[in-house]
């Protein structure tokens, strides 16, 4: 028996049941990965649905970095612990994400209609932090967009983010905080799933 059927959460959910076991029920973040390329194509089509997520007020301090030539591939798996490396050399696409942390210069943009607020976040320990919060939040409509496109996402945090930094961020003002493979599974791809918490635990009405 399934979680999902355990719980008849299909029964409340306006999405197909296809729909949503691709996106969450059946979903895993995979280890291995074939070599089926993944298109430009693709990776635009992650992007543009990953951006349509929230964040406050619209302000998108992710930054993707789609890692392509072998020299920028080996220069970060040269950064990763473990069997990340890896991962990261044999995976069809790979993503470095990072949070702008001048993301308030495009608040003229991302904010329109009072582009006056870029001063409240003038701080810079304020604006970092603002910026890494909504990053990780985007991070997660990353991973749900590479899913929903048809593709596994292996996310990974064991690397040298200031050694990723000096390949591939020393000419901008991005701070990188996760690297994601990102393609069809390959060769036993799957860890056991691990237990999720119960609605009991992680919930609560007050």
Do not use: C
Not at 29 to 39: I, K, L, Q, R
Not at 84 to 92: H, R, T
Not at 132 to 143: E, M, R, T, V
């Amino acid at each position: 028996m399934t979680v999902q059927t355990e719980t008849n959460v299909y029964d409340a959910l306006t999405i197909a049941p296809e729909a949503a076991d691709q996106l969450f029920f059946e979903a895993r973040s995979a280890n291995s990965f074939s070599d089926e390329p993944v298109s430009n194509e693709t990776l635009d089509a992650i992007y543009q649905a990953m951006k349509m997520g929230p964040t406050l007020m619209n302000n998108q301090p992710l930054r993707i970095t789609w890692i392509k030539s072998e020299e920028a591939r080996q220069a970060i798996a040269g950064t990763m612990s473990g069997t990340n490396a890896q991962k990261a050399l044999s995976a069809p696409a790979l993503a470095v994400l990072s949070f702008d942390t001048e993301w308030h210069e495009e608040f003229e943009n991302f904010f329109p209609h009072a582009p006056e607020r870029k001063a409240m976040f003038e701080n810079e320990g304020v604006r970092t932090a603002i910026g890494n919060n909504n990053a990780w939040l985007q991070a997660g409509y990353f991973i749900m967009a590479v899913r929903a496109v048809g593709l596994a996402a292996g996310p990974m945090g064991g690397f040298d983010a200031k050694a990723v930094d000096a390949a591939i961020n020393a000419e901008n003002t991005h701070k990188s905080f996760l690297v994601v493979n990102v393609g069809k599974p390959g060769e036993n791809p799957w860890f056991d799933r691990l237990p999720r918490h119960s609605a009991q635990l992680a919930t609560r009405s007050i």
